[in-house]
T-cell receptor, first 112, second 117 residues
Framework: EDQVTQSPEALRLQEGESSSLNCSYT??????LFWYRQDPGKGPEFLFT???AGEEKEKERLKATLTKKESFLHITAPKPEDSATYLC?????????????FGKGTMLLVSP | EPEVTQTPSHQVTQMGQEVILRCVPI?????FYWYRQILGQKVEFLVS????????KSEIFDDQFSVERPDGSNFTLKIRSTKLEDSAMYFC???????????????FGEGSWLTVV
């Protein structure tokens, strides 16, 4: 069974204080690892897809990296508007049609 | 930017009633999905749909659930006889393809919040 574990569950940062979120996964043949941002009461908003170990992607203050067992979402000099829940999801090789298995997410709060 | 749209945004229904949640996927996408998120829990896969038929479904998607693409733009989820435990946010999603790399990114709508009383 595919599993995704995210840590920490919650993270409180001061504005400008960089940090990293972790996503550990066990999956039978990774096809893709996805990061989404979710604001309260809203749907997941796509951020990144990573396909192979060693791959990195960046968008503004966010950088996602991937190893064979985990992914990190690095947040550099965060701003209050980065406050949200960050979801990690995997797409496994056994899935027929792009189904995603999600972690519980990391709730990030950035204080001014 | 193209987006997945869902209606209604919020629905309250009596236990045992039928509910239909509606979605308009991104126009050039071929794969459609329903996921749900019970308050405070993970986003969970329900069903995927391609070429007018269900391609995968989870254990959650039992006989009380059904999906349909009634026309060229809409995609619906029907719950025949709602239970209290069906209360959740239901997300419609779509993707261009299901192969490897960029085409298989799944884009989500804003959700329909279902409350069963």
């Amino acid at each position: 069974e595919d599993q995704v574990t995210q840590s920490p569950e919650a993270l409180r940062l001061q504005e400008g204080e960089s940090s990293s979120l972790n996503c550990s996964y066990t999956v039978s043949g990774l096809r893709g690892l996805f990061w989404y941002r979710q604001d309260p009461g809203k749907g997941p908003e796509f951020l990144f897809t990573l396909y192979s170990a060693g791959e990195e992607k960046e968008k503004e203050r966010l950088k996602a990296t991937l190893t064979k067992k985990e992914s990190f979402l690095h947040i550099t000099a965060p701003k209050p508007e980065d406050s949200a829940t960050y979801l990690c999801a995997v797409q496994a090789g056994g899935s027929g049609y792009s189904t995603l298995t999600f972690g519980k997410g990391t709730m990030l709060l950035v204080s001014p | 930017e193209p987006e997945v749209t869902q209606t209604p945004s919020h629905q309250v229904t009596q236990m045992g009633q039928e509910v239909i949640l509606r979605c308009v996927p991104i126009s050039n996408h071929l794969y459609f999905y329903w996921y749900r998120q019970i308050l405070g829990q993970k986003v969970e896969f329900l069903v995927s749909f391609y070429n007018n038929e269900i391609s995968e479904k989870s254990e959650i998607f039992d006989d009380q659930f059904s999906v349909e693409r009634p026309d060229g733009s809409n995609f619906t989820l029907k719950i025949r006889s709602t239970k209290l435990e069906d209360s959740a946010m239901y997300f419609c999603a779509s993707s261009e393809s299901a192969g490897d790399y960029s085409g298989n990114t799944i884009y989500f709508g804003e959700g329909s919040w279902l409350t069963v009383v």
